[in-house]
């Protein structure tokens, strides 16, 4: 059985799908933990709607049983109508025919389908515009939106978060969109690895060759060398 990230209620809600990646640690501003409170716990199947809802399932079926009777009953009514009908239309059927309906079509009709008629040069601009496109799919637009969401809740590099928005223990969005996402927002870098490296520090020491590590390194944060350095430049190691 799965597991999934339990915050405790003193902490802030992270979105919707994430999970802590490798090394994370929660800010000591949010305060420790209730005592005995899990931040691990395990991710229960939901049961199907119908098992939930016994009682509307139970209704339902009521009500699609009565509307069976209903036209079951109604049906047997329809036959007392069909002679009266079929005298109808056999009295229609031998009416004299209409002279009117043979005439030639008004001269005012001719006038009106050929303005209607589209030439071949309107019909050839038309086909040669395209429509225009959407800006973003819903998916990149659902993408962007989730990629500010984490960066609101904690520090990511490029990587990390592209990452974080395509992996399966994340948001699950297809590689190409989490991509377009980062990509499309306007993000400070080398400002996310400087408070990257003052999260680190908060909650451990480092070396500054160590820090350096923890930042760029695939297992830590995935910034780049020389975010890193400027991190660690400017935390004061």
Same mark, same amino acid.
């Given at each position: 059985?799965?597991? /999934?990230?339990?915050?405790?209620? #003193?902490?802030?809600?992270?979105?919707?799908?994430?999970?802590?990646?490798?090394?994370?640690?929660?800010?000591?501003?949010?305060?420790?933990?209730?005592?005995?409170?899990?931040?691990?716990?395990?991710?229960?199947?939901?049961?199907?709607?119908?098992? /939930?809802?016994?009682?509307?399932? &139970?209704? %339902?079926?009521?009500?699609?049983?009565? =509307?069976?009777?209903?036209?079951? $009953?109604? %049906? %047997?009514?329809?036959? @007392? &109508?069909?002679?009266?009908?079929?005298?109808?239309?056999?009295?229609?059927?031998?009416?004299?025919?209409?002279?009117?309906?043979?005439?030639?079509?008004?001269?005012?009709?001719?006038?009106?389908?050929?303005?209607? @008629? @589209? $030439?071949?040069?309107?019909?050839?601009? =038309?086909?040669?515009?395209?429509?225009?496109?959407?800006?973003?799919? /819903?998916?990149?637009?659902? =993408?962007?939106?989730?990629?500010?969401?984490?960066?609101?809740?904690?520090? +990511?590099?490029?990587? %990390?978060?592209?990452?974080?928005?395509?992996?399966?223990?994340?948001?699950? +969005?297809?590689?190409?969109?989490?991509?377009?996402?980062? #990509?499309?927002?306007?993000?400070?870098?080398?400002?996310?690895?400087?408070?990257?490296?003052? #999260?680190?520090?908060?909650?451990?020491?480092?070396? /500054?060759?160590?820090?350096?590590?923890?930042?760029?390194?695939?297992?830590?944060?995935?910034?780049?060398?020389?975010? =890193?350095?400027?991190?660690?430049?400017?935390?004061?190691?």
């Amino acid at each position: 059985m799965s597991q /999934r990230f339990n915050p405790p209620p #003193n902490w802030p809600t992270p979105p919707q799908g994430w999970t802590p990646p490798s090394g994370w640690q929660p800010d000591p501003a949010w305060g420790p933990a209730p005592d005995g409170w899990q931040v691990w716990i395990d991710d229960k199947p939901k049961g199907s709607w119908f098992g /939930r809802h016994k009682v509307l399932t &139970t209704l %339902g079926a009521l009500v699609v049983l009565f =509307a069976a009777i209903g036209a079951i $009953s109604g %049906g %047997g009514n329809d036959t @007392t &109508t069909t002679g009266t009908d079929t005298q109808a239309d056999s009295t229609t059927s031998s009416s004299p025919t209409d002279p009117t309906a043979s005439e030639t079509p008004s001269q005012e009709d001719a006038s009106a389908a050929e303005e209607e @008629t @589209t $030439s071949p040069e309107d019909a050839s601009a =038309a086909e040669e515009e395209p429509a225009a496109e959407p800006e973003m799919t /819903r998916s990149q637009e659902n =993408a962007v939106e989730a990629a500010n969401q984490y960066l609101d809740f904690s520090a +990511f590099s490029k990587k %990390g978060l592209i990452q974080q928005l395509s992996s399966d223990a994340g948001s699950g +969005f297809p590689k190409a969109d989490a991509v377009f996402a980062v #990509n499309h927002i306007k993000v400070n870098w080398k400002a996310e690895a400087v408070e990257a490296a003052e #999260n680190y520090l908060d909650l451990s020491s480092f070396s /500054r060759s160590g820090l350096i590590q923890q930042l760029s390194s695939s297992a830590g944060s995935q910034f780049t060398h020389a975010q =890193a350095v400027y991190a660690v430049n400017k935390v004061g190691l």
